[in-house]
């Protein structure tokens, strides 16, 4: 399987724990995204990396989120002192400069805070 | 604030009837519109549209994006029940690939 993978694909805590979620982008891949997904939401952008390089973050990030692209190969979603809010799915997304176009996802790990 | 808008939030449709989603987006240095089709899990990539009037299709689906009117249309013929999904629309913009925003999705259901 050559498309983008992400570990675990369930992962449910206790508040206050931290967690850390793993992806693995498409390998000709330089770019890569994290998601979070409410239901009935779409997908809201968290961050973008370009190589190993993090460009972009957004505001939903708080201080107790924290993203590496050690290698520019796989990156991983670190959440410190889990709240029940931060419950959702989390996406992984990878793309090239090149085509074909748009951003390929990974399946998703869902995340429960108990 | 930037934000895309989808229209409508839920379709129900019986097999055979041809639908049309619907994309509205207002955003600062547009860049391109992207379909997305998202059944149980992630979202799986259908096109993405930077120029508008030039319609793209794929078997009954199709897509054309209006910089005019700042919206974008997905239609889908002669539905099948496999067309069930969540029809998400993106769209990048800013000066960076990683500034992508997604509307919230029209949720279709194609009864038999």
Known sequence: DTGVSQNPRHKITKRGQNVTFRCDPISEHNRLYWYRQTLGQGPEFLTYFQNEAQLEKSRLLSDRFSAERPKGSFSTLEIQRTEQGDSAMYLCASSSPGRPPGQYFGPGTRLTVT | ?112
């Open chain 2, 1 to 112: 604030e930037d934000k895309v808008v989808q229209s409508p939030l839920s379709l129900v449709v019986h097999e055979g009837d041809t639908v049309t989603l619907n994309c509205s987006y207002e955003v600062t240095n547009f860049r391109s519109l992207l379909w997305y089709k998202q059944e149980k899990k992630a979202p799986t990539f259908l096109f993405m549209l930077t120029s508008s009037g030039i319609e793209k299709k794929s078997g009954r689906l199709s897509s054309i994006l209006d910089k005019k009117e700042l919206s974008s249309i997905l239609n889908i013929t002669a539905t099948q029940t496999g067309d069930s999904a969540i029809y998400l629309c993106a769209v990048v913009y800013g000066g960076s690939q990683g500034n992508l925003i997604f509307g919230k999705g029209t949720k279709l259901s194609v009864k038999p």
